[in-house]
């Protein structure tokens, strides 16, 4: 059987979601993760982008321990340097060179011909080569580009000592037969004395990110690149997830293994979805909500009488759990760490303290704590322990006319207190507005979102919200969880004003 490789870009492509932004310590948890999902590699950042990604890239490079860690890079010597440097400690390294060969993007981006694309591939890949024995190309807008000059690009970046080829369908344009034939093609016609790894990278715009992957696989292509839960710009990026579980349960027909880990699917993607914000729809394949749900009489019925009649995936297959006992009031600190070591953390001393404490907080209102809201605090503890303010009370008072005022206090690192006061037509605006006031500054709300994280009138509530800076125009997001959602809501925003106001002083 031949070998398909994973490759997964959540840390830069899927960072490119607007107002997704993972700070360094939860990056390195989902790149830990994501080995333990079996990834072959993780595309841990675009080390040139800002001092953010490099950290990343630089941390993620320190601790991946059996998964290759690649960098991305324009065709630019200093991209190509800064990756360098921020993967020189990893074990297995690897860098992703990409310039665009369609013409639209020849002419109006890069404002460069196709003789001059060339020799600037020839450049840059013949420089990466120098520092790097793995180097993978990328011909951004692939499945825009002329099929012939597209065969001149990969020959030229393989000459120059690439052995990885990525075909990106940068704008989600093509369809499976079309993209399966790219591949064909290429495949057929390119030379080389080294074996080369061709690699899939769709986009969803038009639905069919997946099914082009499994084109690819199918026309020759042994590496899959995509995102957790598909996210990415725009429509996202192919769901990895979808691809490995396609490939498991369709392998009398792809006839192709992989490294993955299955059983790990629903932990990684509850992972991406809680540091992400990005909650799953109920409806989506392989770790939607209902993916395992039936709800027809007709179909229950089949179930009971064999699960084979209506169900092609068991939920045990990507763990998804069914019957975890949930904690309570009663549990102790040892149910606490054993429960926690089931759910895959193994918490030093100093993490149980804090955790347990909340644990404890929690379990005075509510009944049950399930894994979803253990999670949950796990991934808040990360957050909040990223960030450098936090907040410190919150009080309401009805006004007049309709109006709320709001009282906010937050603590900075050293424990002091800022507090401010404001109106609003309703509660949050009040505390946001207040909020406004303790980091002097104005953003622009661009989405505020509530979720429950479990089902009852006890659940957690997240709130997520996305803000944007007026004069930078950049997006960030704050994500709060508290079993109050006014709490939850100010939170969120004290994250979001904290990191915007650290992105804003970083652009001056
Ligand atoms: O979609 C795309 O073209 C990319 C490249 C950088 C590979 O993400
Ligand atoms: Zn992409």
Known sequence: MREIQFFDTTLRDGEQTPGVNFNTKEKVQIALQLEKWGIDTIEAGFPIASEGDFEAVTAIAKAATTMTVAGLARCQKKDIDRAYEALQHAKFPQIHVFLATSDVHMQYKLKMTEDQVLAAIWEHVSYAKEKFAKVQFSPEDATRTNKEFLLKAVQTAIDAGATIINIPDTVGYSNPNEYGALFKYLLANIKSEEEII?????????????????????????????TINGIGERAGNTALEEVAVALHIRRDFYQCENKIQLKETKRTSDLIARLSGISIPRNKAIIGGNAYAHESGIHQDGVLKNPETYEIITPQLVGVNTNSLPLGKLSGRHAFVTKMEELGYSLAEAEVKPLFKRFKNLADKKKQITDADLLALVADQVRQGETSLHLAGVQLQYVSNGHQGAIVSVRDKKGEIKMASAIGSGSIQAIYNSIDQIFEQQPVLISYEITALTAGEDAQAQVQVILECPQTKKRINGIGIDFDVLEASAKAYVQASGNLKNLFSEDK
């Open 198 to 226: 061709f690699s899939s990278h769709c986009h969803d715009d038009l639905g069919m990110a997946t099914a082009n992957a499994l084109a690819a696989i199918e026309n020759g292509a042994n590496r899959i690149e995509g």
